[in-house]
């Protein structure tokens, strides 16, 4: 009879905690080691510390570096991290896709020796970069000690809790909130919200909160604007209602089948199914069933176990063979290692609202098409979420094509500038971020931006950093243009949360021609024209030969 297998050992190694975060962003976020805590020993360091001196003592089987955001906005100094390097090391990204602290978290990665990265799919989904690493998928849960049916009386039609919380960026549940109480009896709960000190008036959480949801016959989740699964889509379920949620591929892909486990879509012909369940108790009770065993069943803390799952596989890997996970959510195996096997099988990766904005965009760009549409799509995606970095910055890159610099700095800047007013030591510039305003420091002649570009971008290699420096120094045909790391990405560079810096250097020389036309330096941009047209011919003759 085989053994019992040993109990493993993990660091998680966390941001240093931000006192000002309320009592329940922090319980939130320390759900996961919570959870993983069942399955193994944990140990928790969120001071600077000594990783060999660390590692030494604890002796852990592999190590799990958390995500930096709000609740834990600041970077650890970790000495001798090149220490043990036997030893596997992951990171889990607990952090919303679109957290403005990613780059703090993503200039860690090759420091660390991250080999692989945990996410959701909505990472993936607004970080082409993300690809560059291997990544796996991992489900939210819940606590069935809090979220189970308590077998209440049912005695609410319908809730939606936070109905009028951030309308732009949950639209779907704004709408439904003016509109269903023209259909079925609402309970409509404010948001008592997650600061600290004296709670809220009729404030709900936890078991109460739960209780809430069991009483109604339906409960509304939304997806936001950036179409994710949030916690309120498991809850729901799990504490013994219907879940009602748009009809959106996420969802689909933690298993919910409208009309078989939860109710899904929009309108009126979405209150027409909740009525039309509604009249028939078995209908409503098989599909309130059914809800409930898809949480319970697969997405409570008992079931994740994959952070286990992947380091067992990993530790019996054979010469040839890489570990993989089965599909999205699966669990893990270890197969024949080639190149176009894929970290996640059965897995195709779609684009949610934001990320198709964001290609669209680039494409554009790239392409020199009419970019008014651009322009109008990324200033209404501004409008979605206050602190989201990605389409400011596309408008940046619009207005140098239109050699508007002034403005280009205010947009390039915008999101670390909102960070720096917190703390300074969150300010940290994104690489392409970086790069766009070297190459602005250089247009603009100002050689105070230019010197705290340069301090920042030694920290950060990245292709787009490396790029302008050459174009700013007087760009050179004749040198190894791969050997200097000005084709694509190298290895130690960081990554970056933005659209650009994934295309080709033919691609950058002719943007950078167009702005160059565009801040009224046609000799300049007709250098790089000649330069482009040398680079394609070489190409050209390349592939002839191939």
Not at 114 to 128: D, K, N, S, V
Not at 293 to 314: A, G, K, P, V
Not at 406 to 433: H, K, S, W, Y
């Amino acid at each position: 009879m085989a053994g019992k297998a040993p109990r493993r050992r993990v660091l998680c190694v966390r941001p240093t905690l931000n006192p000002e975060a309320g009592p329940l962003l922090r319980r939130i976020s320390n759900e996961w080691v919570d959870a993983l805590a069942l399955h193994c020993h944990v140990d928790t360091i969120d001071q600077d510390f000594d990783f060999e001196q660390v590692c030494e003592k604890l002796k852990p089987d592999f190590v799990v570096f958390d995500a930096v955001h709000w609740v834990r906005p600041q970077r650890l100094n970790i000495a001798n991290i090149d220490a043990f390097p036997e030893i596997p090391r992951v990171l889990y990204l607990n952090c919303d896709p679109h957290d403005p602290m990613r780059p703090l978290l993503f200039g860690m990665l090759e420091t660390y020796g991250i080999e692989t990265i945990f996410c959701g799919i909505e990472h993936l989904q607004h970080m082409p970069e993300l690809e560059r690493f291997t990544c796996h998928l991992l489900p939210l849960f819940v606590d069935r000690k809090i979220f189970r049916d308590y077998a209440v009386e049912k005695t609410i039609p319908v809730t939606i809790f936070s109905g009028h919380l951030f309308p732009a960026f949950y639209p779907w549940r704004a709408k439904i909130t003016q509109e269903i109480q023209h259909f079925l009896p609402t309970l409509v709960y404010t948001h008592p919200g997650y600061q600290s000190g004296t709670p809220a008036p009729f404030e709900v959480r936890d078991e109460k909160y739960a209780r809430l949801i069991s009483q109604s016959y339906f409960s509304i989740a939304d997806t936001t604007r950036l179409d994710y699964v949030v916690r309120k889509h498991l809850e729901i379920p799990a504490a013994g209602a219907i879940l009602v949620a748009p009809d959106s591929e996420v969802v689909k892909r933690y298993g919910f089948v409208d009309l078989e486990n939860c109710i899904l879509g929009s309108g009126e012909e979405l209150y027409a199914k909740m009525i039309a369940v509604s009249a028939k108790p078995d209908v409503y009770n098989r599909i309130k069933k059914n809800g409930y065993r898809l949480i319970q069943d697969n997405f409570t803390r008992e079931q994740w176990t994959y952070l286990l799952d992947w380091y067992e596989c990993r530790m019996a890997l054979k010469p040839g063979e890489m570990t993989q996970q089965t599909k999205q959510f699966g669990r893990f195996r270890n197969v024949p290692a080639r190149p176009d096997t894929p970290a996640i099988d059965n897995f195709v990766l779609h684009d949610n609202p934001m990320s198709a904005i964001l290609r669209d965009a680039r494409d554009a760009i790239l392409a020199g098409d009419d970019l008014g549409p651009t322009q109008a799509a990324l200033n209404d995606a501004c409008q979605w979420i206050g602190h989201i970095a990605e389409p400011p910055f596309m408008l940046g890159m619009l207005a140098m094509l239109r050699g508007q610099l002034e403005e280009a700095i205010v947009l390039f800047t915008r999101r670390g500038n909102a960070q720096g007013r917190l703390n300074p030591n969150m300010g940290r510039l994104d690489p392409c971020e970086i790069a766009w305003l070297l190459l602005l420091s250089a247009l603009l002649n100002d050689g105070d931006l230019r010197e705290m570009m340069m301090g920042q971008a030694q920290a950060v290699p990245h292709v787009s950093i490396r790029r302008v420096l050459w174009l700013i120094s007087g760009p050179v045909q004749c040198i190894d243009f791969a050997k200097a790391g000005l084709e694509g990405p190298m290895p130690g560079d960081c990554l970056s949360v933005h659209w650009f810096g994934q295309e080709d250097f033919p691609q950058w020389l002719a943007l950078m021609e167009r702005v160059l036309d565009g801040c009224g330096l046609p000799d300049q941009a007709a250098m790089i024209r000649v330069l482009a047209d040398g680079l394609a011919g070489i190409n050209s003759a390349k592939a002839i030969a191939v």
